[in-house]
């Protein structure tokens, strides 16, 4: 495991002291302390970077807010646990600073540390980072409608499927049904490289159609083996307009003999503000076919509430932010909580987004939660990758 540096900036003797004495317990060696930034700077000079500093803010001199901006631009720290007294709001305020400030938010203990929070937040750090998938550029440039057309006649556009987990038992209870362009000259693109362009040029809906029935056909050749999956569809603002959408589905439907409750289509909240009427009759349609509607990217918009109370949806999809900020932002572990009773309550299920670490993984464990979806668990995978996955078999813990 690696040897952490940590610096311990606090002005009071014993509550530096203890704070010394927690870390310790938790296995850092001759962890560093300082009683004002203007020393606190001067050590860290002396003896090289710290990995992690935990900060007051409040004290004589050079006060924390002053010593973390020139910690930054010095490059002499990484990471930041607040440590402070000071009100809640303005901890949070200060926490936001921190990360303008490019140094990676591990959380706020306030005084006295507690053991327990000191531990995850240090797990949390030990942690490596994620690892992203290769870089899709963001845009093509000029991406022709005819370059677009040939690929779609091609059937360039392919689904890839990156599975939903059981948090508890680390196995497969669906799947999210993405997007790809196996380009000819580029590889592999990612919807962020073409969908805009494709809607332009009129595209999206043959595009869509094709998903259906890739989707539908995996599903049909697992159905015949006895397994069953469940797919989720993502459905953009102008296709759910669309009126002739519920006859395509239902087609795809009809054509691979896919029990309808096998299937989820998810709408993202921002493209609900202002559904036209045919929007609306449509998910009534989905729902009344016995299709699942999911609510996507969940707290990410301004008026999941609203819509929750107006519209058929019978799932949650929580966005990844408030999982990114769990183990940093105590308010965001509240938005799990209050999410996963809303859902509870309203007799939906909920998704959690964006689970990335073990870390992660057992935080929403401890909260409740019981669905996931993130790299913790699996990457999105083709339609052959996907049958050849273990699925029913629990994951490798990492």
């Known amino acids: 495991m690696k040897t952490l540096k940590i610096l311990v900036l606090e002005d009071h003797p014993v509550q530096q002291l203890l704070a010394v004495e927690q870390l310790r317990r938790l296995g850092v060696k001759a962890p560093l302390a300082a009683f004002d930034g203007l020393s606190a700077l001067r050590l860290l000079r002396e003896q090289g970077a710290a990995d992690i500093v935990l900060c007051d803010l409040q004290m004589p001199g050079m006060d924390g807010l002053e010593f973390l901006r020139r910690a930054s631009e010095e490059r002499l720290v990484r990471?930041?646990?607040?440590?402070?007294?000071?009100?809640?709001?303005?901890?949070?305020?200060?926490?936001?600073?921190?990360?303008?400030?490019?140094?990676?938010?591990?959380g706020d203990?306030?005084?006295?540390?507690?053991?327990?929070?000191?531990?995850?937040?240090?797990?949390?750090?030990?942690?490596?980072?994620?690892?992203?998938?290769?870089?899709?550029p963001p845009k093509l440039v000029a991406v022709s409608p005819e370059l677009l057309r040939q690929g779609v006649e091609q059937?360039?556009?392919?689904?890839?499927?990156?599975p939903k987990f059981n948090l508890q038992q680390a196995s497969c209870c669906?799947?999210?049904?993405?997007?790809?362009?196996?380009?000819?000259?580029?590889?592999?693109?990612?919807?962020?490289?073409?969908?805009e362009a494709l809607e332009s040029a009129g595209l999206l809906d043959?595009?869509?159609?094709?998903?259906?029935?890739?989707?539908?056909?995996?599903q049909r050749q697992l159905l015949d083996r006895g397994e069953e999956l469940e797919l989720a569809f993502n459905l953009?603002?102008?296709q759910l307009a669309c009126s002739e959408v519920v006859v395509h589905i239902r087609q795809a439907?009809?054509?691979?003999?896919?029990?309808?409750?096998?299937?989820?289509?998810?709408?993202?909240?921002?493209?609900?503000?202002?559904?036209?009427?045919?929007?609306?009759?449509?998910l009534v349609r989905l729902r009344m076919m016995e299709c699942n509607l999911a609510i996507d990217d969940f707290g990410a918009g301004y008026s999941s509430l609203q819509r929750l109370c107006e519209l058929p949806f019978n799932q949650i999809k929580l966005d990844a932010h408030f999982v990114r900020e769990l183990v940093r932002q105590p308010r965001c572990r509240a938005v799990v909580g209050a999410s996963l009773a809303l859902a509870h309550n309203l007799q939906?299920?909920?998704?959690?987004?964006?689970?990335?670490?073990?870390?992660?993984?057992?935080?929403?464990?401890e909260m409740g939660c019981t669905l996931a979806q993130g790299y913790w668990y699996a990457r999105p995978m083709s339609a052959a990758d996907l049958q050849a996955w273990p699925r029913a078999a629990p994951a490798v813990v990492r």
Do not use: C
Not at 82 to 102: C, K, N, P, T, Y
Not at 109 to 135: H, S
Not at 253 to 274: A, D, K, N, S, W
């Open 79 to 106: 990471a930041v646990i607040l440590f402070s007294l000071i009100e809640a709001d303005l901890r949070r305020a200060v926490l936001q600073m921190v990360s303008l400030h490019g140094l990676i938010v591990l």
């Open 109 to 136: 203990v306030g005084k006295p540390a507690a053991l327990a929070d000191l531990q995850t937040m240090l797990e949390f750090y030990r942690q490596d980072e994620p690892q992203l998938p290769a870089a899709l």
């Open 155 to 162: 059937h360039q556009f392919v689904s890839y499927y990156q």
């Open 174 to 195: 669906g799947a999210e049904v993405l997007m790809r362009w196996h380009h000819p000259q580029l590889g592999v693109l990612g919807p962020g490289a073409f969908l």
């Open 206 to 218: 043959q595009v869509l159609r094709q998903q259906l029935d890739q989707g539908m056909a995996l």
């Open 236 to 238: 953009q603002p102008r």
């Open 253 to 282: 439907i009809e054509r691979h003999r896919i029990p309808p409750r096998l299937l989820t289509f998810e709408i993202t909240e921002v493209g609900l503000v202002e559904a036209p009427a045919i929007s609306l009759e449509n």
């Open 348 to 365: 939906m299920s909920l998704v959690v987004e964006g689970v990335e670490t073990a870390l992660e993984r057992r935080l929403l464990l």
